[in-house]
C-alpha cells in the first residue's frame, strides 16, 4: 500500500493533479515507518519511500501556495535521509531541496544545495542526480549574471540527463534553459526551447510546469516586441492551466507577468483586480520574491 502510493503520488504530480499527488503523500507519508520500510530503498526504485514522500510534499506544497510549508519539507527530506545514512536518497534529498528553492526564485540556496548534491553524486557515481543538479547549478549561475556559463551548464546538465534514457522533468529543465536565455537576451532562441517545451508536454503529458513555460514564452514574445495579442493568449493560458491545476504559485507568478502587461498598455484596473484577490489568497511566504513582487506591483496599481 506504501509503495501503492508511492507511485501515485508522483504520477499525479507530475500529471498537473497537484491535490490529488498531496492527498496520497498524506496517506503514504502516514504509513510510513522507519525501521518496516527501511529495506524498501533497496527494492524499489533505489530510494527511501519516507524522503520521497518529503521531497515530493516540497514540491506540491510550493506549487499549491504554500512556500514555507515547502521549504520545511524538503528540510525534513534532508533530516530523514541523514537518518537512515542512505547516500542515494541523500543525493535525492539535496537535490530537490536545491529544486523547492528554485521554484522559489532563490538563487544563492539554489546553487549551494545543487553543489551539495553534485559533490555527493560524484563521490557515489549516481549520474542521474548529478546530471539534474547541473541543471540546476546552472540556472543559478546564470541568474547570479553568469549567463554564458549559466547556459552552457544547464546544457550540459540536460545531455548528461538524455543520456540516462528518461525523458522525466525534461519539460521543467527546458523552461529553466529558456528562462537563462531570457536573462541573456537570446529570445529567438529562448523561444525555441519553449516551442520544444511545449511539444514534449503534449507528447508526454508532463503538465506540472506548463503554466510556467507558457509564462516564459509570454515573457519571451513580449521582450522580443512580438504582437501584443500572442503575448496576451501565452499569459492568460499560463494563468488558466495554473488555475486548473491548483497550482496558486504559478498563477500568482502568470498574474504579476499578465498585469505587468497590462500595466504597460494602460489597463491598470483590471490588473489591479485581478491581482489582488489572488494575492490575498496567501497566508505565507511574504519574504519570497513572488510575493514581494506582487505586493509591489499591487502599491503601484492602487
Not at 254 to 262: Q, V
Request: aromatic content about 8%; proline content about 2%.
Amino acid at each position: 500500500l506504501l509503495q501503492a502510493h508511492h507511485a501515485a503520488w508522483t504520477t499525479q504530480l507530475f500529471v498537473g493533479n497537484n491535490l490529488e499527488s498531496q492527498s496520497h503523500l498524506i496517506q503514504g507519508d502516514a504509513l510510513y515507518d522507519l525501521e518496516k520500510h527501511r529495506n524498501h530503498a533497496f527494492t524499489y526504485g533505489g530510494h527511501d519511500p519516507g524522503v520521497c514522500a518529503k521531497t515530493t510534499a516540497s514540491e506540491a506544497l510550493f506549487l499549491l501556495g504554500y512556500p514555507e510549508q515547502a521549504t520545511a519539507k524538503a528540510e525534513d527530506g534532508v533530516a530523514l535521509a541523514n537518518k537512515i545514512a542512505h547516500p542515494f536518497s541523500l543525493a535525492m534529498a539535496h537535490y530537490f531541496m536545491a529544486q523547492v528553492y528554485q521554484y522559489r526564485l532563490e538563487v544563492d540556496t539554489v546553487g549551494h544545495q545543487a553543489q551539495v548534491a553534485i559533490d555527493m553524486c560524484e563521490k557515489h557515481g549516481f549520474e542521474s542526480f548529478l546530471a539534474q543538479a547541473t541543471v540546476l547549478l546552472g540556472w543559478a549561475t546564470a541568474a547570479s549574471g553568469e549567463s554564458e556559463l549559466g547556459i552552457e551548464t544547464i546544457q550540459r546538465g540536460l545531455k548528461a540527463w538524455q543520456a540516462t534514457g528518461t525523458g522525466m522533468r525534461r519539460p521543467y529543465f527546458l523552461a529553466l534553459l529558456g528562462d537563462a536565455l531570457l536573462r541573456a537576451n537570446l529570445l529567438a532562441e529562448g523561444i525555441e526551447v519553449v516551442s520544444e517545451a511545449e511539444a514534449l508536454i503534449k507528447k508526454t503529458g508532463e503538465t506540472r510546469w506548463q503554466a510556467e513555460t507558457l509564462r516564459l514564452k509570454g515573457a519571451l514574445l513580449e521582450q522580443k516586441n512580438s504582437a501584443a495579442d500572442d503575448v496576451e493568449i501565452a499569459y492568460q493560458r499560463a494563468l488558466d492551466i495554473a488555475q486548473q491545476q491548483d497550482a496558486k504559485s504559478l498563477q500568482l507568478r502568470a498574474a504579476i507577468s499578465l498585469c505587468r502587461f497590462w500595466q504597460s498598455v494602460g489597463r491598470q484596473r483590471e490588473a489591479s483586480e485581478l491581482l489582488a484577490p489572488l494575492f490575498s489568497w496567501f497566508s505565507e511566504g511574504f519574504e519570497a520574491p513572488d510575493l514581494i513582487a506582487a505586493k509591489t506591483l499591487l502599491r503601484e496599481l492602487q
